[in-house]
C-alpha cells in the first residue's frame, strides 16, 4: 500500500495507442502459441526516456528487462477504472517498474496474480479504526496504490507518471516489491529468502535500519532536524519501510549507497545474488 506523495504528481500527459493495438497483439499471439511482436523500439525508447533509472541500466540488463516486460504483459490482465482507457505506453511504464526487482529472480515471483487495475487519480480505501473507548471511527484513505494478498495490483496513473529520481519514489515498485513481500503470505517487510543465513542477516540489518529510521523522523519532527532521505511513509510499518526503501534503491542507487550502506548490501545479496529462492 502507498499514500499519496506529499509532492503533487503531474498532470496525465496525452498518450499513444490504447491496448488495442501492440499490447493486444502480443497478448493474442502468446494466447495462440505463435511468435510474440517485439515491443516497438520507439515505445521502448519511450519509456526509458520517461524513466532515466531504467535507461541507466547496462546494455544486458535492458535486453533483459525489455523481455521481461513483454513476458509480464502477455501474462497479466491490465483495467482502466473510472473508464481510463490504458494505452500501449501506460502498459509498458509499469511493466518495466514491475519487472526491475525480479530482473534476476525471475518473474515466478508474480505469478500469483494477473490483475492490474490503473486508476485515473488516487483512490479511497473505506477504512475503520476503534478508539480507546471502543468506539468505531469509519473514514476515507488516500492511497496511491495497493497490492492485495493473491489478488491484483492497483495503481493510480498521476502517480505512477511521478516517478521521481531525486526523491527516490516509484509508486509502481512499491506495489510490486510488496508482492514479493506476500509471496511467503502477508506483508512483513521479509520476503522468501535464499537462505537461513541470508534470512537471520536481512532480520537483523532490517530491524536496526528500521528502528534507526523512525529515530530520525522523530528527532527530525520533535527538534527541526534534517528529515530523512526516506519518505516518512515508511516509519509507519516494517512492510511499509522495506517497500519504500527498495524504491529508493531501484530508482536512486548512488544516493541510496551514501544514506543505506547496510542495505545496499542487504539488497543486493538478495535482489542481484547467485542463490536465489524459488
Not at 142 to 164: I, K, N
Amino acid at each position: 500500500m502507498r499514500h499519496t506523495p506529499s509532492h503533487p504528481p503531474p498532470e496525465a500527459q496525452p498518450l499513444g495507442s490504447t491496448l488495442a493495438g501492440w499490447w493486444h497483439r502480443l497478448t493474442t499471439s502468446l494466447g495462440a502459441g505463435a511468435t510474440s511482436p517485439a515491443i516497438p523500439q520507439a515505445l521502448w525508447d519511450a519509456t526509458l526516456a520517461r524513466h532515466p533509472f531504467l535507461a541507466e541500466r547496462d546494455a544486458t540488463d535492458l535486453q533483459q528487462l525489455r523481455l521481461l516486460s513483454m513476458q509480464f504483459l502477455g501474462s497479466k490482465q491490465f483495467s482502466g477504472a473510472q473508464g481510463l482507457q490504458v494505452t500501449d505506453e501506460m502498459a509498458l511504464s509499469i511493466a518495466a517498474q514491475a519487472c526491475l526487482p525480479v530482473l534476476r529472480l525471475g518473474l515466478h515471483w508474480y505469478d500469483d496474480f494477473s490483475g492490474i487495475v490503473v486508476h485515473p487519480d488516487a483512490m479511497l480505501a473505506p477504512r475503520e479504526v476503534h478508539d480507546d473507548a471502543g468506539v468505531v471511527h469509519h473514514y476515507q484513505e488516500e492511497l496511491s496504490g495497493e497490492a492485495m494478498p493473491g489478488g491484483p495490483v492497483t495503481l493510480s496513473w498521476p502517480d505512477v507518471q511521478a516517478a521521481s529520481v531525486a526523491d527516490g519514489y516509484s509508486v509502481a515498485i512499491h506495489e510490486f516489491v510488496h508482492k514479493l513481500d506476500m509471496r511467503d503470505g502477508l506483508a512483513d517487510g521479509c520476503p522468501p529468502m535464499p537462505s537461513r543465513a541470508l534470512a537471520r542477516r536481512w532480520q537483523t540489518v532490517m530491524q536496526a535500519a528500521y528502528r534507526d529510521f523512525k529515530e530520525a523522523l522523530s528527532m527530525a519532527n520533535r527538534f527541526g532536524g534534517p528529515q530523512p532521505w526516506l519518505d516518512p511513509y515508511a516509519a509507519t510499518a516494517p512492510a511499509e519501510f522495506f517497500a519504500v526503501s527498495c524504491e529508493a534503491y531501484f530508482v536512486n542507487r548512488p544516493r541510496f549507497a551514501l544514506e543505506w550502506p547496510a542495505l545496499l548490501e542487504l539488497f543486493d545479496a538478495f535482489f542481484l545474488g547467485p542463490e536465489q529462492p524459488q
